[in-house]
């Protein structure tokens, strides 16, 4: 598994698409729903991407997948914070949908990822 750039990686512009779709959703709330659900929203969706870029900074392999896993941790936090918005009546079904779908997508993805790296030197 061998790539130039971090951004060059399938699922880093995955998670950068997700965390974009989900900032632009958010700055739209009003601002009690922003500062508590969406500030929470907006770091965990950013935190998947972040954490895979971070990892390909480490050049130790254990170090990489520490980053990995606190960026799969992230992703499940994301889905946990989608569900509180679309609870409380911040999003549509429609927009909770598509981004379920889309972390649901990235999820087999970033474990293959790991899986990957688990195997490699």
């Known amino acids: 598994m061998k790539y130039d750039q971090i951004e060059d990686l399938r699922i880093v512009k995955l998670a950068e698409e997700i965390a974009d779709r989900i900032w632009g959703m958010v700055i739209k709330w009003p601002y009690f729903a922003k500062d508590t659900v969406g500030k929470?929203?907006?770091?965990?969706?950013?935190?998947?991407?972040?954490?895979?870029?971070?990892?390909?900074?480490?050049?130790?392999?254990?170090d990489n997948l520490r980053f990995l896993?606190?960026?799969?941790?992230?992703?499940?936090?994301?889905?946990?914070?989608?569900?509180?918005?679309?609870?409380?009546?911040?999003?549509?079904?429609?927009e909770f949908s598509k981004l379920i779908n889309c972390l649901t997508n990235l999820a087999p993805q970033l474990n293959a990822f790991?899986?990957?790296?688990?195997?490699s030197c």
Request: no cysteine.
């Open 40 to 62: 929470q929203l907006v770091r965990a969706a950013d935190s998947i991407g972040a954490n895979i870029s971070e990892g390909y900074g480490r050049h130790h392999k254990n």
């Open 69 to 94: 896993f606190i960026a799969r941790g992230s992703l499940q936090e994301t889905k946990y914070w989608l569900k509180r918005a679309l609870q409380r009546d911040l999003m549509t079904e429609a």
């Open 114 to 119: 790991i899986n990957a790296k688990r195997k």
